[in-house]
């Protein structure tokens, strides 16, 4: 089983600041990577897929990169609705699908 | 509008079952593989089941093999999921996500299952 490690679990930031999260695998999972937003009461939000594709209707502040083991989500300017729990997520090798444990990004 | 709706959940005792199910609308169902993904109070996501789009293959996370059963009915649009041995340890919110072989890029809304005497 790939396990996703997250870090930091809490980014405490400001509207207008750079975030950026990342997501470490136990193993390679070449670009199978996604990214997705989830909000206190709401279903995950699907942000990126394979590593660095933006899904429909994602804003342009966020953008993913990384490859093999190492990646991260890179939010430009925080919106005040930016603030939220993310999540990573594997599909190179499965079962299981993984997901990492998350990061809040919370406001300073 | 590509949409998921879960119903079914609820409070059961340990050792009760359950039937979830997922109605999908605005797509074309029977081409997707189907996933369900639990997540109990303040905790991640976990994912929990997996069906193909005719429903001929399946998978299961080791904590649910043997108690769970993923189905679907492609004329109904729907997907299920059966849950027996219920435990404690089940209470979760449960989603439904559609897999587009590149990205699960729809959820539904998610029913929340608890667990308890």
């Known amino acids: 089983e790939i396990v996703l490690t997250q870090s930091p679990a809490t980014l405490s930031l400001s509207p207008g600041e750079r975030a950026t999260l990342s997501c470490r695998a136990s193993?390679?999972?070449?670009?199978?990577l996604a990214w997705y937003q989830q909000k206190p009461g709401q279903a995950p939000r699907l942000l990126i897929y394979?590593?660095?594709n933006r899904a429909t209707g994602v804003p342009a502040r966020f953008s993913g990169s990384g490859s093999g083991t190492d990646f991260t989500l890179t939010i430009s300017s925080l919106e005040p609705e930016d603030f939220a729990v993310y999540y990573c997520?594997?599909?190179?090798?499965?079962?299981?699908?993984?997901f990492g444990q998350g990061t809040k990004v919370e406001s300073k | 509008e590509v949409q998921l709706v879960e119903s079914g959940g609820g409070l059961v005792q340990p050792g009760g079952s359950l039937r979830l199910s997922c109605a999908g609308s605005?797509?074309?169902?029977?081409?997707?593989?189907m996933h369900w993904v639990r997540q109990a109070p303040g905790k991640g996501l976990v994912w929990v089941s997996r069906?193909?789009?005719?429903?001929?293959?399946?998978s299961y996370a080791d904590s649910v093999k043997g108690r769970f059963t993923i189905s679907r009915d492609n004329a109904k649009n729907a997907l299920y999921l059966h849950m027996n041995s219920l435990r404690v340890e089940d209470t979760a919110v449960y989603y439904c996500?559609?897999?587009?072989?590149?990205?699960?890029?729809?959820w539904g809304q998610g029913t929340l299952v608890t667990v308890s005497s």
């Open positions: 996500a559609r897999d587009t072989s590149n990205s699960w890029d729809t």
């Open positions: 605005g797509f074309t169902f029977s081409n997707y593989w």
């Open positions: 069906i193909s789009s005719d429903g001929s293959a399946t």
């Open positions: 193993q390679s999972v070449i670009s199978y």
């Open positions: 394979n590593t660095s």
């Open positions: 997520q594997q599909r190179y090798i499965w079962p299981p699908w993984t």
